[in-house]
């Protein structure tokens, strides 16, 4: 399981203290960190941390760089029945919460969303609001996603028009052979879960085709 958060401090560290008992933590885990330049934008410091091995259907609760708020996380069954929530297109409107309300009220274990996240369109800011829009659940649940044509920001000299996307949300693709962070695959209670790029390439002489 894969934690990210962003820290304005350069210097924070990039740890996850977690247990199964809220304010003891009797795990750690150390990750790695990142951060991308957009135009006259510069982010915060992006940390993915991947905690684990974790029990299946189990809360635990959890800490990123040793201090802020406790967050609480259940993770999914090893087996069937299994819950996943569906649905694309959040963006930051008047309707966000209230998909997000009809998502959370499901109970699921697993959420996939498959492209169209922050609508952001090349405004930088607008990542950081849906990253803080979305944490009371993104911190609680599985979150798996992938990209659609709103997280392609092409611009003039911009040599990687996935660099808001990639940076901040890593998905396990080296897990699963992928080379790139636009597919991948994973196991989750017996179900195999594909999550293909359409914005990468897929002709038969891709590497996603390939894959």
Same mark, same amino acid.
């Given at each position: 399981m894969r934690i990210t958060w962003i820290t304005d401090d350069k210097h924070? %560290?990039? *740890?996850?203290?977690?247990?199964?008992l809220s304010g003891r933590y009797?795990?750690?885990s150390e990750g790695e960190y990142t951060s991308y330049n957009y135009l006259l934008y510069s982010s915060g410091k992006i940390h993915h941390t991947v905690i684990g091995p974790l029990e299946y259907n189990a809360v635990y609760f959890y800490r990123c760089g040793g201090?802020? %708020?406790? *967050?609480?996380l259940k993770t999914p069954p090893a087996q069937f029945p299994i819950t996943f929530a569906v649905a694309g297109d959040l963006g930051q409107t008047g309707w966000t919460k209230s998909t997000l309300d009809h998502?959370?009220?499901c109970k699921y274990d697993v959420y996939l969303l498959p492209g169209d996240l922050s609508y952001a369109d090349c405004m930088q800011h607008l990542w950081d609001s849906f990253g803080r829009l979305v944490e009371p659940l993104a911190s609680a649940r599985p979150w798996m996603v992938t990209q659609g044509n709103h997280e392609e920001e092409n611009i003039l000299l911009l040599t990687d028009e996935f660099v808001s996307y990639n940076s901040r949300w890593k998905m396990p693709f080296k897990e699963s052979g992928s080379t790139s962070n636009l597919y991948y695959s994973f196991e989750v209670a017996g179900v195999h879960v594909i999550m293909l790029g359409s914005y990468a390439d897929y002709d038969e002489y891709s590497e996603q085709y390939r894959w």
């Open positions: 924070s %560290p990039s *740890f996850v203290e977690y247990g199964t009797d795990s750690i201090q802020g %708020p406790e *967050f609480e998502i959370d009220r």
